[in-house]
């Protein structure tokens, strides 16, 4: 079975930066793309960033230049930095990954973790 476990969320004051990470297990053999969506109290949720099994990302315009996600392919775990956080900022963050391909069963479409909750503060 995939699993998706996100760390890294807490308290952080506007300005700040923090790291989040996601690390997905399960017999992976492989992943495509891994993102990052976070849903703030009362919306729905939104997509934040991908990185692509290339390397290849894309970010939401809210987070563009303050954001950076990046991967360890070996460890299936994926990341994301902000900078300059903001009290908008303030979801909390899903892990996301698409077409797990693992050794023992069939390909996983999509998979999310659980979320972690990041607070901005003024």
């Known amino acids: 079975q995939v699993q998706l476990v996100e760390s890294g969320g807490g308290l952080v004051q506007a300005g700040g930066s923090l790291t989040l990470s996601c690390a997905a297990s399960?017999?992976?053999?492989?992943?495509?793309?891994m993102g990052w969506y976070r849903q703030a109290p009362g919306k729905q949720r939104e997509w934040v960033a991908t990185?692509?099994?290339?390397?290849?990302?894309n970010y939401a315009d809210s987070v563009k230049g303050r954001a950076t996600i990046s991967r360890d392919k070996a460890k299936n775990t994926v990341y994301l930095q902000m900078n300059s956080l903001k009290l908008e900022d303030t979801a909390v963050y899903y892990c996301?990954?698409?077409?797990?391909?693992?050794?023992?069963?069939?390909?996983?479409?999509?998979?999310w973790g659980q979320g972690t909750l990041v607070t901005v503060s003024s």
């Open positions: 990185i692509t099994n290339n390397g290849g990302t």
């Open positions: 399960g017999s992976i053999f492989s992943i495509n793309a």
């Open positions: 996301n990954a698409d077409n797990i391909r693992t050794y023992w069963g069939p390909t996983v479409p999509s998979a």
